[in-house]
């Protein structure tokens, strides 16, 4: 006879996007795959880039599904999902598209989610992992991080055009490297404490094989993939950074669990003079503090470190806007990282803001050290 025990069961969960497209000038399908999934799209714009795309996804999506473009407003907060919500209304329409970069797409994620409507999402930069996730970062309106809206599914579609990725300015990419370097070590983490990943439960062997496959990815090809956006090529070493940033990341992180680099970055956000850099770069500041947080060996230590510098990713806090800051300052930020509830909490080591604190003062003391050499 079967017996369940409930104290004995682990149920492991891992998500993923419905439908993966990568490939140089992958917009070309865009409006195949669109009509796969509705017949008429509010399509969300970052106001960057909506000029220089907008009659390319027009020209894409002719004859094959009726398209309304709106402009970005630039933020990622409750008023601006609102408004697109209520546009969608309007319109009656029964998709929602996102282009752009990781505020445009959680704006458009959560649009979809308040319609329950279906969502596809068109990176242009490979910045962050959000493209892949079921998950919006939702911040005020002047920026500060409030909290994180988790949906009940992943992106229908998630279609990245990597010719497009490697027009942007290279910053972009070495910021997703920055966000994809926390994947692996804060995965690790949650898989030694056995913590929840971002379903609640914990992740199956599959998101921390893909987890440990984004760093090895990032260590072995984000130099040459940084030379081929710098140059605006397509080489196989960008295709595949683009996909440890958008895709490894987004899986890994979303399957395998969130940690202290990302509650770190979280805390950043309520110093104002980290507000000019990006996500990825705060939270590569964030993976050198919680190798210190927790203990890392050494050699582990000083190869992300190294590998930081190789492609300009963030090694001390004046990198990130925060040169001579004073302790009690930054004890705000370590104090925010520590709130109830944020994932930093999934260290299986003390959490405090002072641990904290003393993990980004030390991790800033090596990345000075490292520039006199």
Sequence with gaps: MFVLNKEQTVITTA?????????????????????????????IMGPVIFPQLQPIVEEFTE???????????????????????????TQEVDLIVGIGGGKTIDTAKATAYQLKLPVAIVPTIASTDAPCSALSVIYTPEGVWERYLVLP?????????????????????????????????????????????????????????????CYETLLEY?????????????TPALERIIEANTLLSGLGFESGGLAAAHAIHNGFTVLEETKKFWHGEKVAFGVL???????????????????????????????????GVSRDRLLLAAERACSTGETIHNEPCEISPETVLAAMLAADAQGRRRKQF
């Design 222 to 234: 984000g130099v040459y993939g940084k030379i081929a956006c710098e140059q605006q090529v397509v």
């Design 289 to 323: 503090a919680m190798l210190i947080l927790t203990d890392r060996p050494s050699p582990v230590i000083d190869r992300v470190f190294s590998f930081c510098e190789s492609i300009g990713l963030p090694t001390t806090l004046a990198d990130i806007g925060l040169e």
């Design 63 to 89: 004859g094959k599904i009726e398209i309304y473009l709106e402009r970005f407003g630039g933020e990622c907060c409750d008023p601006e999902i609102e408004q697109m919500v209520s546009l969608g209304k």
């Design 15 to 43: 998500i993923f996007p419905a439908r993966y497209v990568q490939g140089s000038h992958a917009i070309r399908f865009l409006g195949e795959e669109l009509s796969r999934l509705g017949h008429k799209a509010l399509v």
């Design 153 to 213: 599914r992943n992106p229908d579609l998630v279609l990245v055009d990597t010719d497009i990725i490697a027009q942007a300015p290279v910053r972009f990419l070495v910021a997703g490297m920055g966000d994809a370097l926390a994947t692996w070590f804060e995965a690790e983490d949650c898989q030694i404490k056995r913590a929840k990943n971002m379903t609640g439960r914990m992740g199956p062997m599959t998101a921390f094989s893909l987890a440990h496959l």
